[in-house]
T-cell receptor, first 114, second 113 residues
Framework: GAVVSQHPSWVICKSGTSVKIECRSL??????MFWYRQFPKQSLMLMAT?????????EQGVEKDKFLINHASLTLSTLTVTSAHPEDSSFYIC??????????FGQGTRLTVV | AQTVTQSQPEMSVQEAETVTLSCTYD???????LFWYKQPPSRQMILVIR??????QNATENRFSVNFQKAAKSFSLKISDSQLGDAAMYFC??????????FGKGTRLHILP
């Protein structure tokens, strides 16, 4: 199966700083990548969809300036949480798709802002 | 907008028995994909099974099978011969033509030894 690697697995940062999360498709070229946020015991909330070389499409209510998404290549997408605050603490998950069918998921990143 | 509904927050099944998880969805599209994903305690999302809407035949993957009723917009997952390793959160998901993948709220499945 296709492998998606997300890094880091967990990160703690100080309030007001920025943190970058990487998502890589290791053995396939991802035409589309997705970023989700998951609160404890809840479902995955889609934050944005990105295609290589173009701007990400953000879901309603997601702040574009706070959650910067860059899909620089067909194997790499990054999510940068800018000026992080404690309410941004969450579990962030990326997924990548090589077509229009299923998407494969990274391991997730637990972000804690102190 | 498309929606995915899982009406069973939690379910339990005896080991080796069969359990069915329910999922309904709402869409005006005719061509789409449906999925069941499993999220164990590690929180790694694992694809269990997928179904193309244009295919009438229900998908099967070993002990996992679906009952896809397109007209009723229903997509249930049947797990046969349940095993302890099947304990997880199960999410039903819909992929639309505009590429979004939308998830239901999930069903937590407990396997009783």
């Amino acid at each position: 199966g296709a492998v998606v690697s997300q890094h880091p697995s967990w990160v703690i940062c100080k309030s007001g700083t920025s943190v970058k999360i990487e998502c890589r498709s290791l053995d396939f070229q991802a035409t589309t990548m997705f970023w989700y946020r998951q609160f404890p015991k809840q479902s995955l909330m889609l934050m944005a969809t990105s295609n290589e070389g173009s701007k990400a499409t953000y879901e309603q209510g997601v702040e574009k300036d706070k959650f910067l998404i860059n899909h620089a290549s067909l194997t790499l997408s990054t999510l940068t949480v800018t000026s992080a605050h404690p309410e941004d603490s969450s579990f962030y998950i990326c997924s990548a798709s090589k077509g229009t069918t299923e998407a494969f998921f990274g391991q997730g990143t637990r972000l804690t802002v102190v | 907008a498309q929606t995915v509904t899982q009406s069973q927050p939690e379910m339990s099944v005896q080991e080796a028995e069969t359990v069915t998880l329910s999922c309904t969805y709402d869409t005006s599209e005719s061509d789409y994909y449906l999925f069941w994903y499993k999220q164990p305690p590690s929180r790694q999302m694992i694809l269990v099974i997928r179904q193309e809407a244009y295919k009438q035949q229900n998908a099967t993957e070993n002990r996992f099978s679906v009952n896809f009723q397109k007209a009723a917009k229903s997509f249930s997952l049947k797990i046969s011969d349940s095993q302890l390793g099947d304990a997880a959160m199960y999410f039903c998901a819909y992929r639309s033509r505009d590429d979004k993948i939308i998830f239901g709220k999930g069903t937590r499945l407990h396997i009783l030894p």
